[in-house]
């Protein structure tokens, strides 16, 4: 199963809206380094194009995939079946630990989007950086022969 980087976004501080990039640099313990990241299991967050355009659909609206506020966009793979797995974007690998829960503040971008997000992971993935480098839009997304 494989994929591509569809685009990618980046909050150099929590409160800021996200940024739009055509790669960025991505480090063990810290996730994308322009970010204001902690280290542990959600250094880094996905969300599948295919799921966000299915969102906007039911909700009759157009909104930037970056609402969400989910660092990679990806297309061609299916989110749900990583958890638990290693996923490389171009160089970078990571390891996938859960479904990423949308919170109230989706309701703020458009309303139902709490809602619309929940079921069949449309909400995307977070997960923890094993080897980092620099991802571009257009690398590749795949499952690792690695376990986790």
Do not use: F
């Amino acid at each position: 199963m494989a994929g591509e980087v569809v685009a990618i976004a980046h909050r150099p501080v929590d409160s800021d809206p996200m940024v739009e990039a055509v790669e960025c640099e991505i480090a063990p313990g810290r996730g994308i380094v322009s970010e204001n990241r902690k280290p542990g299991t959600r250094e880094i967050t996905l969300i599948s194009a295919e799921a966000w355009e299915e969102v906007c659909r039911e909700l009759g609206t157009r909104l930037p995939w970056y609402s969400r506020r989910a660092n990679i966009l990806v297309r061609g793979i299916d989110l749900s079946s990583t958890i638990g797995r290693r996923l490389g974007l171009g160089g970078v690998e990571l390891l996938i630990h859960g479904e990423t829960k949308p919170c109230g503040i989706m309701d703020q971008q458009a309303a139902g989007l709490t809602k619309a997000l929940v079921p069949d992971c449309r909400g995307g993935v977070y997960g923890q950086v094993i080897s980092g480098g620099t991802i571009r839009i257009g690398d590749p997304v795949e499952l690792s022969p690695h376990n986790s």
